[in-house]
């Protein structure tokens, strides 16, 4: 995984910033700091961990098979490339 | 229009809409119109597994120590899911490829059909462990008035889809009275039909397992039935796969990416497809109901059980455009995440009763005797 940045900001709509862990997902990032996250298959083939991406861009590790809109993302399977703020409806 | 099996016109798949276009002549996957079913194949065939790979034998100790409140959430549960696999497991195929018109759509139908027969052998295997003879269980699926309710409800759509299918195909478009009923069978009528019962499945594959699925993971737990709850993980593997199959075709009419007929159509049925959802959340809510009618068991009760069942809907529901309509915003059972993650699926062989990694095994069961004339 070429997701190695350091310094990257993720920030939660209307709950909190933290920073993204290198070589983790965001979905891992978001765990870390004890964000609670539904999740199932983590492979990105259910689409449990769904979420909107606002601002910023990220790359997919493996390709996702879950259905996602336009401007949403699977953070199982996702890492960001740039300070990023999502959002969980 | 009548079924053919091999369409001799040359058409273009790529132009093809995913169902009622022509039907589908040479099985190719070169090149797809929506490339996602290819996917799927691909992923649902790395999933393959065989119920006899994972030893039950413990089960059914553990199941002789349930109190009679565990027996009957845990048998009802299992006849319900056999149940639902028995209608999965033939109506994709029955229902869907008569009138599908792209290869990998085509075959993504039969790979899902295919390990829904999986499942139901599985749950075969489960009973067969646990009784010597499973007989008045499988009898009771079509008495038990609590099952045939859902059964009904499951079936009426496919049911619906199949039979008018089956008037196009022989007769065409037109108005037919047959055995004192009027049926008007137009494209239009037929693509609403396919619609409402693509979303009857999605809802099926989205919520009816997860109640059941719920009580097996709770017993698992509590280190019962972990036979059990390992084949319940691989079938909530596929089940998962299988949902995203149903959003993506759903979110394709409605977003006017396939047939802009069915984009029509998914604005002008849009009620009656949330009604089919919510409609089965209430059952599932009714099942939990008859599950703890006889008492609870530890760790699940019928409350907590309808509020997973309200949350699952919730995202379930989203993911297709209907919305968020309950108000549970959390998680009410999160133990349930280990279980459906596919990380933990495949488990490490020593720690487990998965027996597939033992090559031409006899006996998987070694005691502290086997090493009693073990020199060093």
């Not at chain 2, 497809?273 to 099942?287: D, G, P, S």
Request: with cysteine; net charge negative.
């Amino acid at each position: 995984m070429a997701n190695t940045k350091a310094g990257l900001v993720i920030s939660v709509k209307e709950v909190t910033s933290l920073p993204h862990q290198p070589d983790k997902t965001l979905l891992q990032s978001l765990e870390a700091q004890n964000i609670e996250v539904h999740y199932h298959c983590r492979e990105g083939y259910c689409g449990a961990c769904r979420c909107r991406l606002l601002k910023g861009q990220v790359e997919y590790s493996v390709d996702p098979l879950a259905y996602v809109d336009d401007d949403e993302i699977l953070p199982c399977c996702c890492h960001p490339l740039s300070d990023i703020e999502i959002e969980f409806s | 229009m009548k079924y053919t099996t091999f369409n001799q016109q040359n058409n273009d798949a790529l132009k093809e809409p995913m169902f009622f276009g022509a039907p589908v002549n040479v099985a190719r996957y070169d090149q797809q119109k929506h490339n996602i079913f290819e996917k799927l194949i691909e992923k649902q065939i790395s999933f393959f597994w065989r119920p006899e790979e994972v030893d039950v034998s413990k089960d059914r100790i553990d199941f002789q120590k349930l109190s009679d409140s565990e027996k009957h959430i845990f048998i009802s549960n299992l006849k319900y899911q056999t149940l639902l696999d028995s209608v999965q497991g033939r109506s994709p195929n029955i229902a869907f490829l008569p009138i599908v018109s792209l290869p990998e759509l085509e075959t993504w139908v039969e790979t899902w059909s295919f390990f829904e027969t999986i499942h139901s052998r599985s749950y075969t295997h489960i009973l067969r462990n646990l009784f010597a003879d499973p007989s008045a269980i499988f009898e009771d699926i079509v008495v038990n008035d609590e099952i045939k309710r859902r059964a009904a409800d499951i079936s009426k759509y496919y049911d619906d889809l199949i039979f008018a299918t089956q008037l196009w195909q022989t007769r065409g478009e037109g108005i037919y009275d047959i055995e004192g009923e009027t049926h008007t069978i137009t494209m239009r009528e037929l693509k609403k039909k396919l619609y409402l019962c693509m979303h009857s499945v999605n809802a099926l594959e989205a919520i009816r397992f997860y109640v059941s699925f719920a009580c097996t993971f709770a017993f698992a737990e509590r280190e019962l039935m972990e036979g059990n709850s390992k084949i319940i993980r691989l079938i909530a593997r596929d089940e998962n796969l299988h949902l995203t199959s149903t959003q993506h075709i759903i979110n394709l009419w409605a977003k006017g990416k396939d047939d802009p007929e069915m984009a029509e159509v998914a604005a002008e049925c849009h009620d009656e497809a949330l009604a089919i959802f919510t409609y089965a959340v209430e059952q599932e809510k009714q099942w939990a109901d008859y599950l703890f009618k006889q008492g609870s068991m530890i760790g699940l009760n019928k409350d907590i059980l309808c509020q997973y069942v309200e949350f699952i809907a919730n995202q379930r529901m989203s993911a297709i455009g209907l919305g968020q309509p309950y108000a549970v915003k959390s998680n009410p059972l999160p133990w349930m995440n280990n279980y459906l993650n596919s990380d933990n699926v495949q488990v490490a062989p020593q720690e487990s009763e998965i027996s597939s990694y033992l090559v031409g095994q006899i006996d998987s069961e070694v005691s502290a005797d086997d090493f009693g004339d073990f020199d060093l």
